[in-house]
């Protein structure tokens, strides 16, 4: 079932921490909520959870009202039957990794088959084996998936992944990222994941929710995201962006073209190398555009800082952002 949002709001004192919003999550779908830090994202996270009262507004799971303040009603968190996997993992220290997982369980009264529950949950992970360790004697990519595994025990019906990767080593962060995002698809969970980092968003979700003190900005698919973004700050914020004309025109680093194309009209900006990084499979080129400010470049081999160019741009791969 969807998760419908209807008119959501909520304020800390003086402070408006999400302003009125409308969100549909679908059912099996990886949802993100990307955003900088105190843009919102967190607070409708956890208003979704019952772990944080709104001060108005409606969430509904199908036809079951969640929370509404018109009608009073306000389901416990305990009721709503979500999993959630937290930032800091949540483990009990002196528990097993059986009994960590079945914890949510034993809290929620779900103790009907527990042990085949909870030997279904570590083995979708792949810790079998690992049941009667615990947290210490564990990696953080191990830990990790414990905290997934308890989520997941409790069958629920939408997993809340509150920057569940941020604690973890780049280079863990990124197997896990692929880790992740195939366990979710596999069991066929419906996820709603909240980061600040936009590779995690575009790598793992179906849908992106863009946010930014408080309000959505833009919401859709990845690609479209990138390709068209509908404000200044999702175009600054998605990638990087070369501004013909600041906040209204823009295009992407990988269509400045070095040379004239063969085929089609493309119109010819002078510019001066200012900084030249190799990132492995190309060279990125920091170009001074005079009037437009800064541009990014891609080039297959190394430049020399202080170079007078001509670039290229063709026409289709401006976009513009409408008023």
């Not at 008119?7 to 800390?12: A, I, M, Q, R």
């Not at 009603?73 to 009994?99: I, S």
Request: aromatic letters at 8%.
């Amino acid at each position: 079932m969807d998760v419908v949002i209807r008119g959501l709001e909520k304020s800390f004192g003086a402070v408006q921490a999400l302003h009125r919003t409308d969100l549909v999550i679908r059912k099996g779908r990886f949802t993100t909520l990307l955003g900088p830090s105190g843009c919102g994202k967190t607070t409708l996270l956890r208003m979704i959870a019952g772990l944080e009262r709104p001060d108005r507004g409606e969430i509904r799971l199908g036809d079951e009202c969640l929370f509404s303040a018109e009608k009073r009603v306000d389901l416990p968190a305990h009721k709503r039957h979500f999993g959630m996997v937290f930032q800091d993992f949540a483990l009990w220290p002196h528990m097993t990794v059986f009994e960590n997982v079945a914890f949510g369980l034993r809290a929620t009264g779900q103790t009907k088959d527990l042990k085949q529950r909870v030997e279904e949950a570590v083995a979708k992970v792949r810790l079998q084996g690992m049941e009667k360790r615990y947290p210490h004697q564990l990696s953080g990519g191990q830990q990790q998936r414990v905290a997934f595994a308890r989520a997941v025990a409790l069958r629920p019906q939408l997993v809340l992944f509150d920057e569940p990767l941020s604690a973890l080593d780049a280079v863990l962060r990124d197997e896990m990222r692929l880790e992740l995002m195939s366990l979710v698809r596999e069991i066929g969970l419906t996820a709603l994941y909240v980061t600040h980092d936009q590779t995690e968003a575009m790598s793992m979700s179906d849908e992106i929710v863009v946010m930014q003190e408080g309000r959505i900005l833009q919401q859709g698919a990845p690609e479209d995201i990138y390709r068209t973004p509908a404000h200044p700050f999702v175009a600054r914020f998605i990638g990087k962006s070369n501004w013909l004309v600041p906040d209204r025109s823009l295009l992407r680093p990988e269509h400045v073209r070095w040379s004239p194309p063969e085929e089609g009209a493309a119109a010819a900006y002078p510019g001066t190398i200012r900084s030249v990084s190799y990132v492995g499979d190309r060279y990125e080129i920091g170009l001074e555009m005079g009037a437009m400010g800064l541009w990014t470049a891609y080039h297959s081999t190394r430049l020399q800082a202080g170079e007078r160019v001509t670039v290229y741009v063709s026409p289709q791969h401006i976009h513009h952002i409408a008023e």
